[in-house]
């Protein structure tokens, strides 16, 4: 844990060097490419839970994705809709995309069922579960057309990010 004071560059608190994305706000929060990240200040980022995380470009952003948005669905409390239905089909649909190969209609499903997960939970996890969703379709954009032609980008598919084994 580091404390930083507002008006750093991201730069100076992470090293960017080597990275292909930062996760801005923790699993709730948003991808950003790291060229992007290199002109954010703590200021100007949307820092959430105050979590940040360096993607190396090595590794698969979809990858990581896909295995945090499980963990999501799995914490809810599946109460309602949004989480009993629509945060288990995104993360399952997003592992999809995360595996090269044939995707078929996967990622516009994946953008579409986002729109209809949104605002309609019980409480806000569905609507950080679609924040982290639709930020990575986008940063990761140019991975999810090398996987969808077959192939991913990522030498180091070994999981990164921190996320609890499942019981």
Do not use: K
């Amino acid at each position: 844990m580091t404390e930083a004071p507002f008006g750093l560059p991201l730069h100076r608190l992470l090293p960017l060097d080597g990275m292909s994305a930062v996760l801005l706000g923790g699993y709730h929060g948003t991808w950003v490419p790291a060229t992007e990240a290199t002109q954010l200040t703590l200021d100007s980022a949307s820092l959430g839970a105050g979590v940040l995380a360096a993607l190396p470009a090595d590794r698969c952003g979809l990858t990581e994705t896909a295995r945090v948005l499980r963990y999501l669905a799995l914490q809810s409390a599946g109460q309602c809709g949004p989480c009993l239905n629509g945060l288990p089909r995104i993360a399952a649909a997003f592992t999809t995309l995360a595996n090269p190969g044939p995707q078929g209609s996967t990622r516009t499903d994946v953008a579409r069922w986002a729109g209809l997960v949104e605002g309609r939970g019980a409480c806000h996890h569905p609507d950080g579960t679609v924040r982290l969703v639709r930020s990575a379709l986008t940063t990761f954009a140019a991975e999810l057309d090398a996987h969808a032609s077959g192939f991913c980008t990522a030498p180091d598919r070994t999981p990164l990010l921190p996320v609890p084994q499942e019981t």
